[in-house]
């Protein structure tokens, strides 16, 4: 029987990978549906932008009429959860953080158009006859979201691949609930692991963790002040007050955080200065690791990893505030915001939630993380690598989401029955930890199917040069391969 593949592939090594997987599967295989860039039958990031930007086959939307195809999912139980799912992965494009954005504005802008995307997405899979759904990371950016939440309730075959921390490693898992539900297997090989040691995190490059003297405005800044005004206020770049207010705000901003640390170097909004002003009013206090903590850094949002393996824990103040509930009185928490966040999901009423624990105390950007991790009673985190850390280090970590490493020893997942005392308690055995990483290596792939990745290889430079795992996802969608991760029943509701 021939499989027929939705896919949604956007990036160039992805495309590359889906032509070497025809190329294998011959007459087993074809492609009904394809989300892609402009050289892809429709265009993917036309759906999360609501542009009218064509593919080789013209536009989705294009003379989309109601059809009712749907209605396995609109009906399901938990279709209201699903559609604020969808919701809360827009909001990634909206107008306030994103230069290219939807015009969605309310939640019932958001509720809408979810229907019609879902509406229009199910009638593609059923007049194809799709079989097969695949995509090259856990959907978390609207249009994937919305096309993995229909081809679940079609009952579709669903493959994704989402690469790992681990050099040259991908994992795959039929549901992103799966990740981390990791089956420890004692027959395979440990995995070598110093202890104390640290995974090579190329994205947080330049980083540093010591106070430094304020920065300046840098070119970057005033460039992407530059494109905002272009784009969003093109008659304020002709009014020299409102540029010499914005200006010299912007510079106030850099001068009371590190050198290091680039506020608008990636991104401006007007919306951005009260969250980078709040901030900064953090930056000269002391950093006192005396006594019991706990130790809380934050996600980046918006990211993956909160949009979609965190369920309600995507809000990181109601995960502290949970961790608040099972602390001892006396036990601090100390946070530390992400060095690379902006404003997305903190607002001020963000931060007036943390103010509202007595036992909060939110660090200054500089503060170190490695001195927090050896000096915390343990580390908190939704799925952030530095639970990982600080397990290979001997500290046992709670984590609130789906973390790859949730099953690891000396990792505890957050439940109504986890105790402090349990979690301070735990002595965690290096070998059996390293015992436990040879299960997931042997559960794991080789290739790389995320092209940031590639700089975690030092024999690469482009990603022609990688193996991007096309066999390996053709026998998956066979279903010759297992899964990396374990299918996990998922409770209905998620406190």
Same mark, same amino acid.
């Given at each position: ?5 939705? %896919? ?22 074809? +492609? ?26 013209? *536009? ?16 399901? &139980? ?19 953080? #994103? ?6 504005? &309310? ?15 199910? #009638? ?19 249009? &994937? ?19 790992? +921390? ?8 039929? &549901? ?7 089956? +420890? ?169 943390? #103010? ?22 343990? %580390? ?18 709670? %984590? ?44 794991? *792939? ?19 040069? %990688? ?29």
């Amino acid at each position: 029987m021939t499989i027929k593949l939705a %896919v949604i592939s956007t990036a160039k090594n992805n495309t590359k990978a889906l032509d070497d997987i025809k190329a294998l599967a011959g007459d087993e295989l074809e +492609i009904v549906l394809h989300l892609g860039d402009k050289n892809a039958p429709y265009k993917a990031s036309s759906l999360s932008r609501m542009k009218a930007s064509y593919g080789t086959d013209g *536009h989705l939307m294009e003379e989309s009429t109601y059809s009712g195809a749907a209605r396995d999912l609109i009906l399901s &139980d938990d279709y209201f959860a699903l559609r604020d799912v969808f919701s809360d992965h827009m909001m990634r494009t909206a107008e306030r953080f #994103k230069y290219k954005s939807h015009p969605l504005q &309310d939640q019932q802008d958001y509720h809408d158009y979810h229907h019609i995307l879902v509406d229009t997405l199910a #009638k593609k899979l059923e007049d194809s006859g799709a079989t097969h759904c695949l995509f090259f990371n856990i959907p978390h950016l609207g249009y &994937d979201t919305a096309l993995h939440q229909v081809a679940k309730a079609m009952g579709l075959k669903i493959v994704i691949v989402t690469q790992s +921390i681990i050099p040259n490693t991908f994992f795959s898992i039929e &549901d992103p609930g799966d990740y981390g539900n990791l089956s +420890i297997d004692p027959s395979h090989p440990p995995f070598e692991i110093e202890k104390g040691s640290k995974p090579d995190l190329f994205y947080m490059k330049g980083v540093k963790q010591e106070r430094e003297e304020g920065g300046r405005i840098t070119a970057k800044a005033v460039l992407q002040l530059m494109t905002f005004l272009a784009i969003k206020r093109p008659l304020q770049a002709f009014n020299p007050i409102y540029l010499w207010k914005t200006l010299s705000r912007m510079k106030r901003i850099y001068g009371e955080f590190p050198k290091w640390r680039d506020p608008f170097g990636f991104f401006f909004h007007e919306n951005e200065f009260e969250y980078f002003e709040h901030l900064a009013g953090y930056e000269d206090q002391e950093v006192d690791l005396s006594g019991d903590f706990v130790y809380f850094p934050m996600h980046m949002q918006p990211e993956m990893t909160t949009a979609s393996l965190s369920h309600r824990f995507r809000d990181q103040a109601y995960a502290i505030e949970r961790l608040a509930d099972i602390l001892p009185d006396g036990v601090r928490i100390l946070v530390k915001e992400n060095p690379k966040q902006g404003a997305c999901m903190r607002g001020p009423l963000f931060f007036h939630r943390l #103010k509202r624990i007595p036992s909060v105390t939110i660090l200054p950007s500089w503060a170190d993380t490695n001195a927090l991790e050896a000096s915390a009673k343990f %580390v908190a985190t939704i799925t952030g690598t530095a639970g990982w850390e600080a397990v290979r280090s001997g500290t046992p970590a709670l %984590v609130f989401g789906k973390a790859w490493y949730r099953k690891m020893p000396g990792v505890f997942e957050f439940s109504e029955n986890v105790t402090y005392d349990q979690i301070i308690n735990t002595e965690i055995d290096h070998a059996e930890l390293q015992q436990a990483a040879g299960s997931l290596i042997a559960k794991a *792939h080789k290739g790389v199917v995320d092209r940031h990745y590639v700089a975690m290889l030092d024999y690469a430079k482009t990603t022609q040069d %990688v193996d991007n795992g096309a066999e390996v996802i053709w026998s998956l969608i066979k279903g010759e391969t297992p899964f990396t991760f374990d299918t996990e029943p998922q409770p209905a509701n998620i406190t």
